[in-house]
């Protein structure tokens, strides 16, 4: 018989009673976008991760700042936790409900509120979507270019400082959102930054906010930067004989200063779950998928060079996407890797790993990791944002065999320990959430853990905002 799942491995489950007067208060403000019905409630009690949590007493559907304001009101005059909801991608729980209380659905809130082309910057409700928003701003020649991978909302992204595919050479949602509006835990509306580029006005309370991951306030608005659609985009496929050789590659074209736009890893078993998934016919093997950006002359100079410095670690020749449509075909298949890996199992959870390293240290980190899972029985999937140093691995695991999940969280342990002591971080993207609690005071400090509890008893001194996540209080 399998051994029961440590209990440090499971969410803390502390449920808090949700009176049904603030229920009845709730439907009373929001009529029928108030729902106590159970599929509505299970549909936000989950995310991507592979954690369980009993769902919230009730999802509210706001569909503006307004509406969020009162939803919190309600819910603090009785102590009720409250939990954000965008479009319920998050990988780490940061959406579960472990104390109880209501869920706030903003993805009705999804309205583009004010384009300034001449300025590199747009507005929008904390509901839109990258994909919609991208759609709005064609017209103007500008484009936003975090891509996390799933079609997340905006809000979602800031409150987990969000990156993906372009963070190389653009960022992540720490250096492009400008400007934020949030319902603090009183149910106030505060505005923090503003559309210009840089001040010095007091304390940074934008960036207290990013990353803050729901459990400061409820983001209802997004200013972000807009950069000019590249006069010219090319991607490339490049396979090589080993992991070790990809890597290798991406390290060096980095350090050489090559302004690439994205660089992706795919080992070539993921490789074989997306052509199953997707009906492609990629090589099965290591490889980079690669995009450039820039003027056509300058995107010929770096794809000529980094196809010199790939061809002396051992490259396959390079496979050329110049058109929207090819270009589309292969960024649709490695976002679609998550997916194919879960379908490769049918019945299984993902638990995704998500360290970052400096990228001097991304072999040794990367390649120690593979060879510690490979030597378990734990199918896995393995992709990387590598010209930033932050990759992933998938264990798929069965949700109902304890001992895989023994074993997966053990490799994650190992994985994060390496990656902390060469310097680097728990979490690149993904967020602390539940998984990541012990790290986080690993990697931080007791001291700079300790400051934070403080800024949340501070802004949240009833713990209703989303309360478990981050650190324990």
């Given at each position: 018989m399998n051994a029961p799942l440590p209990s440090h491995l499971l969410p803390e489950i502390a449920q808090r009673e949700t009176p049904a007067a603030l229920i009845d208060a709730l439907k009373a403000r929001f009529a029928e976008r108030c729902s106590t019905a159970l599929v509505v409630r299970e549909q936000h009690g989950r995310d991507e991760s592979s954690f369980a949590a009993p769902p919230p007493s009730a999802v509210v559907f706001a569909e503006s700042t307004q509406d969020v304001a009162d939803a919190v009101k309600l819910a603090a005059q009785y102590n009720v936790p409250v939990i954000p909801f965008g479009v319920g991608t998050s990988l780490e729980g940061h959406l579960l409900a472990v104390h109880g209380g209501?869920?706030?659905?903003?993805?009705?809130?999804?309205?583009?509120?004010?384009?300034?082309?001449?300025?590199?910057?747009?507005?929008?409700?904390?509901?839109?979507?990258?994909?919609?928003?991208?759609?709005?701003?064609?017209?103007?020649?500008?484009?936003?270019?975090?891509d996390p991978g799933a079609d997340a909302t905006l809000g979602g992204m800031s409150a987990t400082r969000a990156s993906g595919t372009n963070a190389v050479r653009y960022g992540t949602m720490r250096e492009n959102v400008l400007a934020l509006e949030v319902v603090t835990a009183s149910g106030e509306v505060i505005r923090t930054g503003t559309r210009a580029k840089k001040s010095s006005a007091g304390y940074d309370l934008t960036r207290l906010m990013v990353g803050s991951e729901g459990t400061l306030g409820v983001i209802t608005e997004v200013t972000v930067k807009l950069y000019p659609l590249p006069?010219?985009?090319?991607?490339?496929?490049?396979?090589?004989?080993?992991?070790?050789?990809?890597?290798?590659?991406?390290?060096?074209?980095?350090?050489?200063?090559?302004?690439?736009?994205?660089?992706?890893?795919?080992?070539?078993?993921?490789?074989?779950?997306?052509?199953?998934?997707?009906?492609?016919?990629?090589?099965?093997?290591?490889?980079?998928?690669?995009?450039?950006?820039?003027?056509?002359?300058?995107?010929?100079?770096?794809?000529?060079?980094?196809?010199?410095?790939?061809?002396?670690?051992?490259?396959?020749?390079?496979?050329?996407?110049?058109?929207?449509?090819?270009?589309?075909?292969?960024?649709?298949?490695?976002?679609?890797?998550?997916?194919?890996?879960?379908?490769?199992?049918?019945?299984?959870?993902?638990?995704?790993?998500?360290?970052?390293?400096?990228?001097?240290?991304?072999?040794?980190?990367?390649?120690?990791?593979?060879?510690?899972?490979?030597?378990?029985?734990?199918?896995?999937?393995?992709?990387?944002?590598?010209?930033?140093?932050?990759?992933?691995?998938?264990?798929?695991?069965?949700?109902?065999?304890?001992?895989?999940?023994?074993?997966?969280?053990?490799?994650?342990?190992?994985?994060?320990?390496r990656a902390l002591a060469l310097e680097g971080t728990c979490t690149g993207e993904h967020g602390v959430g539940l998984h990541k609690m012990d790290f986080l005071v690993t990697e931080a400090g007791d001291g700079a853990v300790n400051m934070m509890r403080t800024i949340k008893r501070a802004l949240d001194p009833q713990n209703i905002m989303n309360p478990g996540k981050i650190f324990r209080l």
């Open positions: 209501i869920s706030i659905d903003v993805s009705r809130m999804n309205q583009v509120l004010q384009i300034n082309a001449e300025d590199l910057t747009v507005t929008v409700q904390a509901g839109v979507t990258r994909k919609q928003l991208n759609e709005a701003v064609k017209s103007t020649g500008l484009f936003f270019p975090i006069e010219a985009i090319s991607a490339a496929v490049c396979s090589f004989p080993s992991i070790e050789a990809a890597v290798r590659t991406t390290i060096e074209v980095i350090q050489m200063g090559v302004p690439i736009a994205r660089v992706e890893l795919i080992d070539g078993g993921t490789i074989r779950m997306v052509n199953a998934h997707s009906k492609t016919t990629l090589a099965e093997t290591p490889m980079l998928l690669m995009e450039f950006h820039g003027s056509p002359n300058s995107v010929k100079e770096q794809a000529e060079l980094v196809q010199e410095i790939a061809s002396n670690h051992g490259s396959a020749a390079f496979e050329w996407a110049s058109t929207p449509e090819e270009r589309t075909r292969l960024w649709a298949a490695r976002h679609s890797a998550y997916f194919a890996a879960i379908q490769s199992r049918p019945g299984c959870r993902a638990i995704s790993t998500d360290t970052c390293v400096p990228i001097s240290r991304l072999a040794d980190c990367l390649l120690d990791s593979i060879a510690e899972v490979d030597a378990t029985s734990i199918p896995y999937f393995l992709v990387g944002h590598v010209g930033d140093g932050n990759f992933h691995f998938g264990y798929l695991i069965d949700p109902n065999i304890p001992e895989e999940r023994r074993i997966a969280e053990e490799l994650n342990h190992k994985l994060v320990s």
